[in-house]
């Protein structure tokens, strides 16, 4: 068991984590492939752990056209950008491009979500809803409402991709340059959408304004979330610890998804109840509640990066501290949705928690005026509107 997986041992000593190491990457998805007998004339090689939409894109502006056009040639009569394409097209899809591009239909399945969703979420070949912890595009029609994040730094290279890891949900910094990733343009806030892209464009560069998207570098600020971006980057393939029991990767991340549903929940709690929780656990002041109630696969990398925050001083904690706390903030009822197809210690959480708990504020507001938290949601909609169709 690799060093680092002590710390969620009961009764162990925690080690520190060195800043230094923190963002250091310990895989990729997939190799670069290079391309054999291509039909196409200026194809274009498989970068080391690039998203599958990405290698399209970039051979489509290779060839001075659109990504739209190019697929519509691939494959005719078919509208492939309007839903997520890197969840994996049909086998004789694949079969077709490898054919034209020199890249091997294994290869091009590697490059798509699939792996990843098998390690993470322990499904073969899952196709519907929200895969957790993979970030949804929000797809209307061909444009979509976020999903997509990148380093601005690694766009500045001069061969820029998207990786496969910036569209898993707990990445929020660069494991190359320590920078946070944006999901969104810069300059005018557009949501990145390198599949609408014209020709002549770059990858590098935004669909909306023509924008850079290298102009936004900040520097690492959570250690939090950081910290668990690289534990769970480390265990992908081993597994881990949890208290006394040993975890694979996708156990580990079901008890993590469900202590972010309660942390959430927390923070629609009465201030005395966040007050005990975050005294017990250790944690800082717990994020304020998403108000348009999206699942955490939507949400910015902001908001992503202060529930990892707390999520992992939860985690670090371990099992027996988590039981203390959260019996002064939750009912019994909280966790028994957690019970069924989870680990062992999930489904013991229910029956550890008393009655002993604050009320969650849940007032009821009449018909008339809007309430300032009715108008910020309305809001944060039309921002989310704009950031989709460009308005």
Not at 170 to 179: F, K, M, Y
Not at 370 to 380: D, F, M, N, T, Y
Request: aromatic content about 8%.
């Amino acid at each position: 068991m690799r060093e680092g997986c002590d710390c969620f041992r009961a009764g162990t000593h925690r080690p520190r984590v060195d800043r230094e190491q923190v963002m250091a990457a310990s895989y990729t998805w997939h190799p670069r492939v290079d391309v054999i007998d291509p039909k196409w004339p200026i194809p274009q090689s498989l970068m080391a752990d690039e998203l599958f939409s990405s290698f399209l894109i970039r051979s489509a502006l290779a060839h001075g056209c659109s990504p739209i056009a190019l697929t519509s040639v691939i494959w005719p009569a078919q509208r492939v950008w309007t839903l997520d394409l890197d969840r994996g097209p049909a086998p004789n899809n694949l079969e077709v491009l490898s054919r034209l591009s020199g890249i091997s239909v294994p290869a091009l399945q590697s490059s798509t979500l699939q792996p990843a969703a098998h390690c993470i979420l322990n499904l073969s070949s899952p196709h519907f809803g929200v895969w957790p912890w993979v970030l949804v595009l929000g797809c209307r029609n061909r444009r979509h409402a976020g999903g997509l994040q990148c380093c601005p730094l690694c766009m500045g290279q001069p061969n820029p991709f998207y990786r496969i890891q910036w569209r898993l949900a707990w990445h929020t910094r660069c494991s190359l340059h320590r920078a946070r990733l944006i999901d969104c343009c810069p300059t005018c806030q557009a949501a990145l959408h390198p599949s609408l892209l014209q020709q002549g464009g770059s990858i590098a560069y935004c669909h909306f304004c023509k924008s850079p998207l290298t102009r936004s570098v900040q520097a690492d600020v959570s250690e939090g979330a950081a910290a668990f971006q690289h534990y769970v980057d480390d265990m992908v393939w081993s597994g881990t610890w949890y208290g006394h029991l040993q975890l694979s990767c996708c156990e580990w991340l079901g008890v993590a998804r469900a202590m972010l549903s309660l942390v959430r929940s927390a923070s629609g709690a009465t201030p005395h109840a966040q007050e005990v929780f975050c005294e017990v656990m250790g944690t800082s002041v717990l994020p304020e509640p998403a108000h348009l109630g999206l699942p955490f696969e939507y949400l910015s990398v902001g908001e992503r990066e202060r529930l990892l925050e707390v999520v992992w001083s939860i985690m670090r904690a371990g099992p027996a501290r988590f039981l203390e706390a959260a019996s002064a903030v939750f009912p019994p009822s909280a966790l028994r949705s957690f019970a069924k197809g989870a680990p062992r210690l999930m489904a013991l959480v229910p029956s550890k928690l008393t009655s002993r708990y604050c009320t969650i504020n849940r007032k009821v507001t009449m018909a008339g005026t809007q309430k300032p938290q009715a108008v910020l949601r309305s809001w944060l909609r039309l921002i989310r509107k704009i950031r989709r169709d460009g308005l």
